[in-house]
């Protein structure tokens, strides 16, 4: 399937975008986004899909 907001393909079942950061949900629309996503912090690791929460990535644990 195709990112709702950058168009690259990614798999099916994912629950984010592992190119933008976006949340995919069956309902979302490219009008339909969520500010609080659209203001978040992505991890500096390349490869790690986490975000930046109170100073720390929310996966890797690598300092923000």
Known sequence: ?????CERQIPEESRYCMY????LSREESAENTDEEWQ???LCSDGRCTGVIENGVCTQCGLPG
């Open 20 to 23: 933008c950061g976006v949340y």
């Open 39 to 41: 203001d978040r912090i």
């Open 1 to 5: 399937m195709n990112c709702f907001r």
